[in-house]
């Protein structure tokens, strides 16, 4: 049996050691960039999208917290989400900016408004382009179908916009370097904004709700025009698609002797026509056309004699509000079938045209109060209308308006709170009741699409910001 000199055994524990330390010397440790980039990808994966207000309050003591006040189309300062939020939280827990934002889009119960959006701002000084590599690097281990150098115009909506960057910078710098990648339920975005580095976590729920914010507005139709229009131009299309394209084109200027050969094609028409149910149709088409009719300058009897063969059939060219030196063209067709046909289909469009505009023919402040007492007159007389879900609705939104007309912000033009103060609970507590109707008795209709829009905001009491039937001039 051999055994080792001491000395020998002694030089080898001592290389051992060494070369120990050498490893160990040359094993590199997480830089503070990638611990930053692994902390966040690990609360990403963490947090609940869907967890409601009220949970959020209890997991993050230390958030500071802002609801939504005021119209949903301008909001009173920049850093706003966008879309129907109800409130956001910032809070500082993992050492830098996490703002998490709530929206009332889900209607599980009991109601709440529930977190679809969560976003990280970084403030760097100085390693902006490190930490942003350990982000996309580690963001792309736990998420795939990574999106690079993406255009603008082909960004999914989101909530919060490219100019929102961090409090510290002295003014909005758009995004750059963005990259996107998809889950199962959500779009993971990063970009470089300013001095900021930026992570933002978005529901697909909310995605959608964000490009179909506009079309999901009862007002705006069925078709992207009007109910009234749509039925006209579907009826008068047979006899007359000259006028009909006349009709839908938008709302600029249009050539005028085009316009002028149309409407007296139309009042002639009607003039024929040898049933009730016709003559209404052109007498509705009629006042669409009419109102196409623009002229400018000092006599229309000089240089538009096409006008005098129309006018001579009940049609006015009346001064425009605005400019002194314009005139429109005006009949009292559209009005004269909502009295005198009151419960017939064109008839009972023709009354909803007028409700959906808010009743009065200009501007009074009021126009809540008219929807209101109209819309609620007509559906006790014609409660199975086909068109009772829409008067029904735009009822809602009037009421819906008037609530939060007396939240509206200190800062809002041509709003003053306390006068739309008296009756707003009530009026709240109204809307909720006529969109939960809706959401029974139609629940596919564009109108029950809009009611679950709202009615989680409303109900826990947080501003829609609706100004649907409220309009003064300034």
Not at 257 to 269: D, F, I, K, S
Request: with cysteine; hydrophobic share 35%; aromatic share 8%.
């Amino acid at each position: 049996m051999t055994t080792t000199p001491p000395r020998a055994f002694a030089i080898a524990v001592a290389l051992l050691a060494s070369a120990t330390a050498a490893a160990q010397q040359t094993s590199p440790t997480p830089s503070t960039h990638q611990l930053t980039a692994d902390r966040i990808v690990t609360e990403l994966s963490q947090t609940v999208h869907g967890d409601s207000r009220a949970k959020w309050r209890k997991q993050v003591p230390s958030a500071t917290w802002r609801d939504r006040r005021g119209p949903r189309e301008y909001p009173p300062e920049l850093q706003q989400p966008r879309g129907l939020w109800c409130s956001m939280a910032t809070d500082m827990t993992s050492g830098h900016q996490r703002d998490v934002v709530f929206y009332g889009l889900r209607t599980e119960s009991p109601y709440d408004c529930r977190l679809e959006h969560l976003r990280y701002v970084i403030e760097q000084q100085s390693g902006i382009q490190e930490l942003y590599d350990a982000l996309a690097a580690t963001i792309g281990k736990r998420f795939n179908n990574e999106f690079s150098n993406v255009a603008p115009a082909h960004l999914p909506a989101i909530a919060v916009t490219s100019e929102m960057t961090g409090a510290k910078d002295p003014k909005p710098q758009s995004w750059v370097d963005v990259r996107f990648w998809m889950s199962a339920t959500r779009y993971i975005f990063l970009a470089r904004a300013g001095s900021t580095v930026q992570v933002v976590s978005q529901t697909y729920i909310l995605t959608e709700a964000l490009r179909s914010d506009e079309i999901l507005l009862p007002e705006t139709g069925r078709y992207g025009v009007d109910l009234l229009k749509w039925e006209v131009v579907n009826a008068l299309r047979p006899t007359d698609p000259e006028t009909v394209e006349l009709i839908l084109s938008n709302e600029g200027e249009i050539e005028q002797n085009l316009a002028e050969r149309a409407a007296l094609r139309v009042l002639e028409a009607r003039a024929r026509a040898d049933n009730e149910d016709q003559r209404a149709m052109l007498s509705l088409a009629s006042a669409l056309i009419v109102g196409r009719l623009r002229y400018q300058g000092e006599s229309w009897q000089r240089d538009r004699p096409g006008l005098k063969p129309i006018l001579a059939r009940g049609v006015r060219m009346e001064a425009s509000p605005f400019d002194s030196d314009v005139r429109y063209g005006s009949v009292d067709f559209a009005e004269d079938v909502r009295r005198r046909r009151p419960g017939t289909r064109w008839g009972q469009l023709a009354f909803l045209d007028r409700l959906s505009g808010g009743w009065t023919e200009f501007p009074d402040g009021d126009q809540y109060r008219h929807v209101i007492t109209q819309g609620t007159a007509w559906l006790k007389k014609y409660p199975n209308s086909p068109y009772a879900i829409t008067v029904m609705s735009h009822v809602a939104r009037a009421y819906e308006t008037w609530w939060s007309l007396s939240l509206a912000p200190d800062d809002e033009e041509l709003v003053t709170a306390s006068e739309h103060k008296e009756g707003a609970e009530d009026a709240r507590l109204q809307a909720i009741k006529r969109y939960e109707r809706i959401l029974r008795e139609a629940p596919t209709s564009v109108e029950a699409r809009h009611a679950r829009r709202v009615i989680v905001q409303i109900t826990v009491g947080v501003d829609t910001g609706e100004r649907g039937f409220y309009a003064v001039y300034p």
